[in-house]
Nanobody
Framework: QVQLVESGGGLVQAGGSLRLSCVVS????????VGWYRQAPGKQRELVAQ???????DYADFVKGRFTISRDNAKNTVYLEMNSLKPEDTAVYYC?????????WGQGTQVTVSS
């Protein structure tokens, strides 16, 4: 069983910044891809950013230049630094990884951006 525990969400004004953290429970962290998804009310869950085990990153077009994903293998932790936040970034953000063909998700953390 793989567990992911997120933290760092909250309420911020437009233009502000937040940093999300996700701790992955097992030592598989070094060899798996990790990522962040989000889901706004009434919308499907969508990929925000991901990082391969080798640290190669990929971003959705709507966050390029504003969000940064990073990973600390010593702490089994993946981060999402979010800058220049917009009201449309309001959503529940989920940490993700995949291990042995099974997707694992965190519990989600609410990010609310006020205008």
């Amino acid at each position: 069983q793989v567990q992911l525990v997120e933290s760092g969400g909250g309420l911020v004004q437009a233009g502000g910044s937040l940093r999300l953290s996700c701790v992955v429970s097992r030592s598989i962290f070094r060899i798996v891809a990790v990522g962040w998804y989000r889901q706004a009310p009434g919308k499907q869950r969508e990929l925000v950013a991901q990082s391969t085990s080798g640290g190669i990153t990929d971003y959705a077009d709507f966050v390029k230049g504003r969000f940064t994903i990073s990973r600390d293998n010593a702490k089994n932790t993946v981060y999402l630094e979010m800058n220049s936040l917009k009201p449309e970034d309001t959503a529940v953000y989920y940490c993700w990884t995949s291990w042995r063909s099974t997707d694992y998700w965190g519990q989600g953390t609410q990010v609310t951006v006020s205008s």
